[in-house]
C-alpha cells in the first residue's frame, strides 16, 4: 500500500532513546546517531567546522568506512534532516519553500491537500495562484486568487502575508 503522508513515506527515528538532539542514520547495519547541532539551525546545510570533525571522528571510530561510504553518510544525513524539517513546519510554510526552490508543482500537491480541509486560508490560496504562475497556468492561477479574495472578505482575519506587506 503506498504512503499516505510524509510521515508514513519517510523512514526516520530521532536520536537513540528519543533524543530530539539527534538524527540516526543508517549505513548497512551501522545505526549512527548523528547530532543535529552539525546543521545550521533547523535546516539541511551543514555548519563547518563541526560538520567536518564528525565525520572525521566516524572515520576514526570507524577505520573501516571508506571517503565514499562518508559521503553516503553525509548525504543520508541531509536527507533524514530534510524530511525531519519538512514534518515540523506546516504545509503552507512547506508550500512557500518549496517555491523558493523553484518547486512549484510540489509546492501545489502539499497545497492542494491542505486546502482539502482548510478552504478558507487565504496565504494558501495565493500561494497556489503563484505556483501556479510559475507553471504558466494563468487562468487557474487567477482562480486562486479569486478564492483568495472572496476568503478574505469572509474571513475575521486577515492574510497573514499581506499584513506583513502594510
Known sequence: MPPTCLRDAVDFRIGSDGNPNFIQVQHGLLVIN???SIFKGNTTVFREPPASDFMQTLMRRYPWLTP???EVIRTEAQET???IVELEEGAVRRAKR?????????????LDEYLSGHEEDVDAWELKGEALFMLGE???AFRCFA???????????PSRRLSRAR
Open 34 to 36: 548523528v547530532p543535529r
Open 98 to 110: 518549496l517555491l523558493e526552490e523553484r518547486r512549484p508543482t510540489a509546492a501545489i500537491d502539499v
Open 68 to 70: 565514499g561510504a562518508i
Open 138 to 140: 494563468s487562468e487557474d
Open 147 to 157: 478564492r483568495a479574495r472572496k476568503a478574505m472578505k469572509t474571513s475575521s482575519q
Open 81 to 83: 534532516m530534510r524530511a
